[in-house]
């Protein structure tokens, strides 16, 4: 084992047989078979390969993000190298003290008050006694709980169990962390004391292993990515790629633009559009919109007619139905003197898509701009707007922040006696 | 996914390293002695102990009470049960006592079996969660219930004042008798919860199995009242001859019989490998099978 790596994995794999809980569980099925005679073949079973020939190596202090579709095997994975489950075959080097967190607040107790469970829980997640008397105050603070914590936690929310666990969590110091998807619970404040934790891990330069379906988050924290699909390791580089990779998989599933949505298209169908590209701003088909990205919307037509002045429209609308912008040739001051007969293209090129992500939808409409005439309108295509890091926040940006983010600047006039507060970390005041 | 190529049956090695950078690493050095874990992982032993302790009695209005409540009232059943009315023998010692300080050892080791027998399960979102020695949670309830039984012995040498029973040289056995009937009480009790994890079946045969026991232990009468012969089979049981002893350890009314505590002392320390070898065999798909 190099002596710079945590972490070695080799040729590691792991199988399941499947209906094998089911039938060797009653004992009485096995008398029976012990009775019917030994000879008798058993029933062959299915095996089911979790993970299959992993092999790759962190160096020590190395962030890496492990991305992949549910059920592709990021938590067994996780689950070997914590020792919980064995593999099958291969082998694992893990040099160091590990600390796993699959789960925020493992082993707490209901009947026992938040105190007595920081204990449990801390002793559990293999911390001493005496770190955690170390830390307790810094735990509780963090919590935000002080006033209920002598209190059982079966009268407390789930957002308070979660807050409660995440304080505990935040408080352990092993060489290598191993770190389920817990990002994915709780309102924006957990996610934002859980990123900026994480950022403490990261400088602090610990070797972290995180799973995350949070792009935004992987790209800014991991400096390296895994992607795991069915149970192979489909692609491992920098973060950045391997997040293109991954979700270019899911855009070839369905692509966004890909479908022009026609039912319901208005309009006296002298020119209609035929098809709708989605293209990044040097022209190549893009698999994937990320946030902050430019996006080159081609609309192709065909006029069965020869007609004058057209005027090309795009609104953009929220899932929820709302206008957030409206783009035409006819606004933008355009003059087409005329199209057709037969096929073409217009495009529209948008220089930074400044939408959070999420889905939305793009209408597109094509009229004469001197007469009252329609020739074509309400034809649709979804967009989808991936997380990126473009903004320079692993803040999972969604859409409990609006619909769009602003390149911004903030200033902060430094003041004399706050100049370098001890818990600037923790509080995620930067 | 159907898979037989050879590549993958070949025998997994799962090694972890540790530099001796600080000795908190430990925890990860590559072999992993049942011992050397227990003292590793001895403060989340505690832990584990002290929320059995804790959670036990929780909301509830006698608290730590219950802890005497149980052999008590069961003592004082079979006083009138099998005292007054079946008037089985007691080797001279007053019944309250004699009942007592069997049922005193006997509750600690039937209850323990039952609840070992479940920890396994009943925590299994920590085996599926975290990684530490299994042993660790039958072992926590073996050490947890050794409260109600110091509580109990409380109780028991109120007894011996009320009686005005001078306390002997045998009591200095005491601590070696509750040695071996915390082993023998984890031996069984791992084993179950080792064996519950695969076959349910487990939840429903330890009551039963328990009930019976009880009758082939010297709980409700004395050995001295099985035929000579019978004596040394009935301490193959390892509660027989344990149970015996504590009572002779505190009312010396009959010489001590050593024969019958060495036999339960053999078939414990035996019996403890032997569930010890199997529960580290199956540990490792725990967390799969569960």
Redesign the interface.
Known sequence: ?SAANSIEIQSL?K??LLG??ER?????EQLVRLLRGPFRARPER????AL??ISFAVPEGQVVGIIGRNGAGKSTLL?IL?????????????????A?L??VG??F?E??TGR?NI??NG????M??RDIERHFDAIVEFSGLSQFIDT?IKRFSSGMRLRLGFAVAAHLEP?ILIVDEVLAVGDAGFQKKCISAMEGLRSGGRTVLFVSHNMAAVENLCSRALWID??QLRMDGNAKDVIKGYLGSYASDEQSGQQLQVEGRTGTGEVRFTSVELLNPDGAASPIIQSGDGLVVRMHYRAERYVHHPSFTVRLFTSMGTLITEASTWLHGLTIPSIGPGEGYVELEIGALNLIPGRYGLTFSVNSSTEARVWDADVRVFLDVEPSAAYGTARALNSRFGIVYFPQRWKIPAREEESAPANDRQCGVR | MRDASPAYRETPRVSVVSPMRSPALDDHVQSHGVLHELRTYRELLFFLAWRDVKVRYRQTLLGVLWAVIQPLFTMAVFTILFGRLANLPSDGVPRPIFYFSALLPWLYISNTVSSASMSLVSNSNLLTKIYFPRIMLPAAVALSGLLDFLVGSVLLVGFFVYYSIPLGWGLLLWPALVIQMTVLALAIGMFLAALNVQYRDVKYAVPFAIQLWLFVTPVIYPTSMVPERFQRLLALNPAGGLIEAFRHALVPSAPMRWDLLGISAITTVLGFFAALVFFKKTERAFADII
């Open positions: 084992m794999s199988s399941y094998a809980k060797s569980r009653q004992l009485r299915e095996t089911i390969w299959r020939d689950k914590s020792r919980i489950t064995h593999p099958t075959s291969g082998s694992i080097r893990v040099r160091g003290r590990v796993s699959l789960e493992t082993g107790h009947e026992l007595e204990y449990l002793s559990i997640l293999g001493r006694r059982p060489d069915s149970g």
